[in-house]
């Protein structure tokens, strides 16, 4: 019996042929030899082997329409008709790329422009930040002076206070000393005066000698206040309002 004889009978008794048969036997031979993780394992590589056969398809797919289109083409149309087209579509394809280009290039020198324009204002603006840094920096120069200065005379004026005030210790100790003084000078004058034959506790003329020394140190004071201030009304006549030789200075 040849094999197709025997092929035709396993045919007829189970109604598949012998490659089905043949099939059938190696799947129950690998459920039979193969466990779940086996056939698990066999199963991930089944799946990777079609995404790779999947995508060697999808990068032959360009070409191989290439080749069914032109196919079509010359039989249509002819190779003259075929060289036609194509030429059309890749002149089409051409100016749509020139298009694409020249916008392209346009939105690229546009914003050129903008960043050349941002640039030139951005040099615009560092130039008045450095001018206004240097009117700052003067003026902050001119601060610092005018502080010195003040930090100068504040502190002139602290030594003259000071020294006012060492001043005014002084003076105030000599006045003590002096008030001092003047009542011993006038305590012998009053005892002398008394003791004088001539004197005359009757006569109220008698005392007026001593009632004067008695205030001159309470009044003195303003006698020289009242002097000093006649002597300043002077100057100021005599230099603003009496009559000027205008022939003095030449």
């Not at 698990?40 to 590589?45: A, F, H, L, R, S």
């Not at 797919?61 to 008709?81: F, H, M, V, W």
């Not at 914003?111 to 030139?120: G, K, P, Q, T, V």
């Not at 006012?164 to 006045?175: D, F, I, S």
Request: charged share 25%; proline share 2%.
């Amino acid at each position: 019996m040849t094999s197709t004889d025997l092929e035709s009978k396993i045919q007829s008794m189970t109604g598949n042929s012998s490659g089905t048969m043949n099939s059938i036997y190696n799947n129950l031979l690998d459920m039979v030899t193969c466990d779940s993780e086996c056939q698990n394992q066999k199963n991930i590589d089944d799946l990777r082997q079609k995404w790779e056969n999947a995508k060697k398809t999808q990068k032959n797919a360009p070409q191989a329409t290439l080749e069914a289109q032109k196919n079509y083409l010359i039989a249509s149309e002819g190779i003259q008709g075929y060289h036609n087209t194509m030429f059309n579509y890749y002149s089409k394809v051409a100016d749509e790329l020139k298009d694409k280009s020249k916008t392209s290039n346009a939105d690229f020198l546009k914003e050129m422009d903008n960043l050349i324009s941002e640039y030139s204002l951005d040099e615009k603006n560092i130039e008045k930040l450095k001018d206004l840094l240097q009117v700052r920096l003067k003026q902050n120069k001119s601060y610092k002076q005018k502080l010195d200065e003040s930090n100068k005379i504040v502190q002139t004026n602290d030594r003259k206070v000071v020294y006012e005030n060492w001043a005014k210790k002084g003076l105030t100790t000599t006045a003590k000393i002096l008030y001092i003084i003047y009542a011993v000078i006038y305590i012998v004058f009053v005892v002398f005066t008394v003791r004088n034959p001539d004197f005359d506790f009757k006569n109220y003329k008698s005392y007026i000698s001593i009632i004067i020394f008695l205030i001159i140190p309470f009044i003195i004071k303003y006698i020289a206040l009242l002097i000093k201030y006649i002597y300043n009304n002077v100057n100021f006549y005599l230099d603003n309002k009496a009559p000027k030789n205008v022939f003095k200075n030449l």
